[in-house]
C-alpha cells in the first residue's frame, strides 16, 4: 500500500537533511579522519533520537589509504624492472623476478581486499562503526543487517570523466599483467642466463611507473563532498531506521550498520564480521545501500574490483521477487563495476545483497562519482525514494519468508 502524501515528504524531507548535513557541514569525509569520526557521532544519534536500540561507536584500525597499498607494489616492481634494465646481470634479473612477483601478489591481494605484505609496512589509524539495532514485535526468528558506509573517496583525475575511467581501468589490467609478465620473463632469463632479457623491461617500466604516479597523484588530491557516495545511502539507512522504529518487523530483527573506512578497502565491513559474524551465524541477511541518489535501481549480481564474485544465490532470488512485486521501480540487474561492503561478506559465503543506483548516461558521470560535483544539488529525490521502497520490501520480504 502506497504510503501517505504527507509521510512521504516528511521521509524524504529527513533523507535530505541527513544527505545535506554530511556532504555539506561536515564535508569530505575521508577515511579514518575527523569528518569520518564527525559523521559516524552524527548518525548515532540520529538513530538514538529515533529509539533505535544499543547504539553504540565501534572502534577498528585500518590502513586510512586505498593508495598507499597499491603504490607499494607498483613501487617495488618498477624497482625490479630497472634493475633488470640497468645490470642485466642474473643477480639483477633474479631481483627482477622476485619483485615483481611480489608486487603482482601485493597488487592482487589489494583488489580482493586480503591482507599481504603491503599491509606489514604501513601505519593503521583509528576509525569506527556505528551500529544499532531495532527487535521484531514477535519472536526473533530472522535477522537483517542494513548497511551503508560514511566515508568519502579522494578526487583524482581518473575519476574525472568517462574516458579517463576507462583509461585507468585499462592501466590497472596492464600494471598487473606487466608484474606477472615481469616475474616470469625475469625468472626464466635468470635460470637460462640470458642478459638481453633485461631490454623487456622497457616495456615495463612506463606502465609501472605511471601507475605509481598516479597512486601518488591521487593522495594529494581532496575527498569528494559524497552526496551521492555516500551520504544518500547513509539517508536511507536513516529512513528505513524511522519506518521500522515505528512499524517493526514481525519476526525479523534488523541491525543497522554504517561503516567507516569502506573506501579504502572494507575495512568497517571487515571489522564488524570478525567480531560479530560468528555470532550472529550464517542466515543473516546483508543489504548494502550504496549511491543510491541518482539514477535507476540496480541490484549486484557480482562484485568485486578485478575479480567478480557471485552474489549469493538466495540473495539474489529476493532482489528478484522484489523487483517483480514491484515493477513500477524498474529494478534491474547489473555486475558491479567495482567493490562495496558486500564483498567481504560474499566472500564468505554469506547472503550479502548491494543495491546502487545507476543514471541513464553511465555510473561514472551522471552520479559524480569521486569527485568534487558529488553535491546535494545533484540528488534526484524520486530515485532516491525509489531505493527506500525497494529496500524496505526487501526486509518485509525476508520477514515474510519461511524461518531458517
Known sequence: MAAPKNAKTDRLLQMTQVIRHLSQEIGGRGSCTENERKAGEYLAGLLRSLDVQDVRLESF???????????????????GSLASLLFGASGALVLGAIFNALGFIGMLAETELATSWTHWFLPRLESQNVLGVIPPTGE??????????????????????????????????????????????????????WAPARWFALALVPIQGFALVMCLHADFTPYSPGANDNASGAAVAVGLAHQLTRQPLTNTQVYLLLTGCEEVGDWGMRAFLNEHAARLGDEVFYLIIDQVGVGGIRYLTADGLFLKHKTHPHALQVAQGVAAQLPELGAQAMTGLAYTDALKATQRGLRALTICNVPLNGAGAGSHWHQMSDTPDQIALPDLDKTFQFACEVLQFIDRSPAQ
Open 61 to 79: 584500525q585500518a590502513v586510512p589509504s586505498t593508495y598507499w597499498p597499491y603504490g607499494l607494489a607498483f613501487a617495488l616492481a618498477l624497482a
Open 140 to 193: 526473533v526468528q530472522r535477522t537483517a543487517l542494513v548497511c551503508a558506509h560514511l566515508d568519502t573517496h579522494r578526487t583524482p583525475i581518473f575519476y574525472s570523466s568517462k574516458k579517463w575511467h576507462t583509461l585507468f581501468s585499462l592501466l590497472v589490467g596492464l600494471t598487473l599483467v606487466s608484474m606477472a609478465a615481469g616475474a616470469i620473463v625475469f625468472g626464466l632469463s635468470a635460470y637460462l642466463d
